[in-house]
């Protein structure tokens, strides 16, 4: 777990500042355009190249193409390898630009199917379309950012790619920036964020090139012999399952789209905001550790070291539990005050943060196993048995949508969110029962030990963070300050960073006072990350 933890740090470092950015980038949007009808238009029509995105480019390209690229990097050497990179550019690029094409043309199509016509508004409808016809090429060029994402991951470079995404997200801020000084028409500002919005997918997929070169690679994409080559056809053939399996899973958030458009004007947004939330843990730890544990693992099946592979696997899984189930408690135990720090001003009321914050409640219950399916499922890749992860992914899409058909009108988007923690749970169970029988299960002595000092650790942090903030809210309630808008914000986020700093120390304490395998790595990590933050300026 210590190696994995070391090897994610620097990843985990570029995800941090991705997924901030990221917050920052929703928080000026909820504070530049509220919460509202024209907002849901926006998200609904953002779905329609994002889900494509997904499905084809950092789903089940990225699964397939990551573990044939290291082995073609392992057999064939470099040259081989960029060609192969090269084949599969042209590939994704003659793919995906046709379904770019035919989105623009079937646009208000696609935005009526996705978001039930909006209850039959006409205008809402063609106003999505024109949102998706401007969004559309984001779906080629971050299919393009993953090709060579993958390229970089497959050869130890995480940096670049991890980083490519902080450059979407900068892109969309420098938009958002923009429309606070200008102040054009809801409708005008919306055009030019959603412009906003496709620039920044160029730009992700841009910033990688200078690494790629500096590696010996030549964007030369092509499609000669494409259809003979033997590492494309392998590529093709495990994405047919992945992409099955991905496809169930868009199906899911189709349809739970559909839902929330059925609830009115509002959840849409809500659910947009709070997953930006959620997918912040998951993408520091969980994806961070599952490149890292992805790469490595790839190389151990191409070795045919199946003990190796074994054990890469178990470090990110332990590595997982370890972070991202405290961030999870502390996001429950914190909701109300960060969603009031991040999105509450401007056209975002106190209202539409009591309304956010049970639906980021029931997403963070998600964190810990979506995150180990992030880990898992990509090992089953690495020794060709991708059916499994399909079939996982479908069966948890099953439960998902089952228990959001019967309770969506019950609990509404809160209700919603609990679905994907749900499905999550079902996935996650379904590839350990297959993980054991496939890869094989490392007996450790002393596990339901750790499980319960991580417990006991996690419920001392839910605690002392709830505590921190209720004790100090009090006293500035009691202190009568009629605190300016701007120092009273500067003020509510310097008490939630302490909070949030009690917390871990408690929770790093703990586990290093009870031996906790893994505890000495997470105490250094803070120290560890504003090191190699300051290397970076």
């Known amino acids: 777990m210590s190696s994995a933890l070391r090897s994610s740090a620097n990843v985990s470092v570029a995800i941090l500042v991705s997924r901030v950015l990221g917050v920052v980038r929703d928080s000026l949007f909820a504070r530049v355009f509220g919460v509202s009808w024209l907002t849901d238009t926006y998200v609904a029509a953002f779905r329609i190249p994002n889900l494509l995105r997904d499905l084809f480019a950092e789903g089940a390209l990225s699964s397939a193409f990551v573990p044939t690229f290291s082995d073609a990097l392992n057999k064939g050497g470099r040259e081989r390898a960029f060609r192969l990179g090269n084949l599969v550019l042209g590939g994704v690029l003659a793919v995906t630009g046709g379904l770019t094409l035919a989105g623009i043309v079937f646009s208000d199509e696609l935005v009526w199917l996705i978001a039930r016509g909006f209850g039959g508004n006409v205008a809402q409808v063609a106003l999505g379309g024109l949102f ?11 299919s393009v950012s993953a090709v060579w994402m993958g390229m970089l991951n497959a050869q130890h470079h995480y940096l670049a790619p991890a980083y490519a995404p902080a450059m979407f997200n900068v892109t969309s801020i420098v938009c958002g920036m923009t429309l606070l000084i200008v102040h054009p028409s809801e409708r005008t500002g919306m055009i030019v964020w959603s412009a906003g919005t496709a620039a920044s997918g160029l730009v992700q997929a841009v910033v990688q090139l200078p690494s790629l070169w500096r590696l010996g690679y030549r964007v030369r994409p092509t499609l000669a012999g494409i259809g003979r080559d033997s590492d494309v056809l392998r590529i093709v053939r495990l994405m047919g399952p992945a992409t099955v399996g991905l496809a169930a899973v868009q199906i899911n958030i189709f349809v739970n789209t559909q839902f929330a458009a059925a609830l009115g004007s509002g959840p849409l947004t809500y659910l947009q905001n709070a997953f930006r939330l959620f997918y912040l843990p998951v993408g520091l730890f969980g994806v961070a550790l599952a490149t890292v544990t992805t790469a490595r693992a790839s190389q151990e099946a191409a070795r045919g070291d199946r003990e190796a592979l074994q054990e890469r696997v178990a470090e990110g899984a332990r590595g997982v539990w370890l972070l991202a189930l405290p961030s999870a408690v502390g996001l429950i135990v914190l909701a109300r005050p960060v969603v009031e720090l991040l999105f509450q001003g401007g056209k975002f009321l106190a209202a539409n943060t009591t309304a956010t914050v049970p639906i980021v409640q029931a997403y963070m219950l998600g964190v810990l196993p979506y995150s180990l399916v992030k880990v898992l499922s990509p090992a089953f890749f690495t020794v060709d048995r991708p059916r499994i992860p399909m079939f996982a992914s479908m069966v948890s899409v099953v439960a998902n949508l089952l228990f959001n058909g019967l309770t ?87 008490l939630l960073f302490a909070t949030i700093g009690a917390g871990f120390v408690s929770y790093s304490l703990g586990l290093k006072l009870l031996r906790f395998p893994g505890a000495d790595e997470l105490w250094e ?13």
């Open 132 to 142: 998706a016809q401007i969004m559309m090429p984001i779906l080629a060029l971050v």
């Open 525 to 537: 990590l803070p120290k560890r990350i504003l090191a190699r933050l300051r290397g970076t300026r």
């Open 408 to 494: 969506y009108r019950r609990f509404g988007a809160t209700g919603l969110a609990l679905g994907t923690t749900i499905g999550a749970l079902v996935n996650l169970a379904v590839l350990q029962l297959w993980f054991g029988r496939v890869v094989g299960r490392a007996s450790r002595p002393g596990r339901r030990c750790e499980i319960f000092r991580l417990v006991l650790c996690n419920v001392v942090l839910a605690a002392v963070a709830g505590g921190a903030w209720w004790a100090s809210s009090w006293l500035l309630a009691r202190a009568g300050i009629a605190w300016p808008w701007g120092t009273r914000r500067l003020a509510h986020a310097l």
